[in-house]
């Protein structure tokens, strides 16, 4: 459902300062924010008494269709887990099981309050046609693993450059691709170093992960006799465009490494917490300067793609971990879900933030529910009390994907039915 214009009246807006006004919307942008603003100046009203309203959350590391794959495998360790579970359901993956969980992983942040995303996967052009359909923003990468084999690297350099020129800046720039080397134990020094040249030269961006386990931090001191982030540094991997996932187990240096070198973090206390893979000393990075945002990870670590969920489960890890309940507070960690994921993404221009001339990218929570009373603080309710489902309405790029909760650009019966049918026949 198209508007040229959409204005959102007498609705809490958390911008630069929290204020109750009203909003218009003028194709993709944000074009006013003014208290005087008349029903007759907009094609759509959206009535906005009792909301509030947010930029659409941005989620900085998943595997989309991974939702696949939910539930599949919970309570073991991370070893069990990949070798046993993940990996032979993944050896079956095809295009139609990517573009079904992909299509159920967007229906899924609409209906949480995300509008755009980082993805590392397979079959990404399945992935893009349902990131297409759902009008949601996404920055894609096909995950490249070569275990020093040059035969497989090749591949991956390949599929890599597909992918960038069929994919990058389409649906309206909703779509943008990125180079997704999976991780240093997984990739060869050949291969991130191949990365680092062609980001450079095509102007594309890196998402990998790092320091997840501290067993992977062994395996790279191991073969480089340095920590992961050392070992970056030294092959000059490391720039303001590498977004690392994870960032769990890392020494004062490599932070410091981290800091001059402005890679972005994104954090994932959900999917470290489940698969007990440690506590990111994420209050640390803030303080020494590191733009720290949020994911998710894929829904079969988490097991979910809920950002409210994330956003207070990683403010209360922070406090329990190092016993200070000062540590994160509730406007620090709104900032991860939203301007730090944008500054991730290096969008931070367009997206992040409720400004005119940004994007309108938008999501208005139904404030009047139990959970949620007595109003007070708006950003406090929204870290400590709110859930995904008291998402009401959003718009992604101008277009309204859900109102009242229904879904407008994807048919959710269908998708979950969808979804089923790929799961069962990846499982089969
Ligand atoms: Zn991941």
Not at 84 to 106: F, K, T
Not at 186 to 193: D, H, K, R, Y
Request: glycine share 6%; hydrophobic share 40%; with cysteine.
């Amino acid at each position: 459902m198209e508007c040229q214009s959409i204005l959102i009246k007498n609705t809490i807006i958390i911008g630069s300062e929290i204020k109750k006004s009203s909003i218009l919307i003028e194709n993709n942008l944000i074009s006013k924010i003014d208290d005087d603003l008349s029903s007759n100046d907009a094609d759509e009203v959206i009535n906005g008494e009792g909301k509030v309203l947010i930029p659409g959350l941005i989620n900085t590391h998943t595997h989309l269709s991974m939702s696949l794959m939910r539930g599949l495998a919970d309570d073991m360790p991370l070893d069990t887990w990949l070798n046993n579970y993940i990996w032979p359901a993944e050896a079956n993956l095809s295009g139609e099981h990517c573009y079904a969980g992909a299509l159920l992983a967007c229906a899924e942040m609409i209906k949480s309050g995300t509008t755009t995303f980082n993805d590392m996967y397979f079959f990404i052009d399945d992935v893009a046609k349902a990131v297409d359909e759902s009008g949601m923003r996404g920055m894609l990468s096909h995950g490249m693993i070569d275990l020093g084999d040059e035969e497989k690297r090749k591949k991956e350099f390949k599929e890599s450059i597909r992918i960038i020129n069929k994919c990058h800046n389409t649906s309206d720039g909703r779509i943008k691709v990125s180079l997704g080397p999976h991780a240093p134990y997984t990739c060869s020094m050949e291969l991130l170093q191949w990365v680092r040249r062609k980001a450079d030269e095509l102007g594309v961006r890196i998402h990998i992960h790092v320091s997840e386990t501290e067993f992977e931090v062994e395996q790279i001191i191991d073969s480089y006799g340095a920590r992961p982030f050392e070992y970056l540094d030294e092959i000059d991997f490391l720039g303001d465009d590498v977004l690392a996932a994870h960032g769990v187990w890392l020494s004062d240096s490599e932070m410091d490494i981290i800091r001059d070198k402005k890679v972005k973090i994104s954090h994932n206390p959900i999917s470290n917490m489940k698969l007990a893979s440690g506590v990111s000393p994420v209050s640390k990075m803030i303080s020494k300067g590191i733009n720290v945002s949020l994911g998710t990870d894929g829904a079969a670590s988490n097991n979910n793609l809920d950002l409210l969920e994330e956003m207070k489960t990683a403010a209360l890890l922070q406090k329990i971990y190092n016993l200070d309940s000062t540590l994160l507070s509730a406007q620090h960690v709104f900032e991860m879900a939203t301007i730090n994921g944008a500054k991730a993404l290096g969008i931070e221009k367009e997206l992040g933030t409720i400004e005119v001339d940004k994007k309108a990218d938008l999501t208005l929570l139904n404030f009047n529910k139990t959970h949620l009373t007595p109003y007070r603080h708006p950003l406090s309710h929204l870290v400590y009390s709110a859930q995904g489902s008291d998402v009401d309405t959003v718009i992604c790029n101008g277009q309204i994907l859900m109102q009242h909760r229904k879904l407008l650009t994807l048919d959710e019966q269908e998708v979950i039915q969808q979804a089923e049918e790929a799961s069962k026949d990846l499982l089969s």
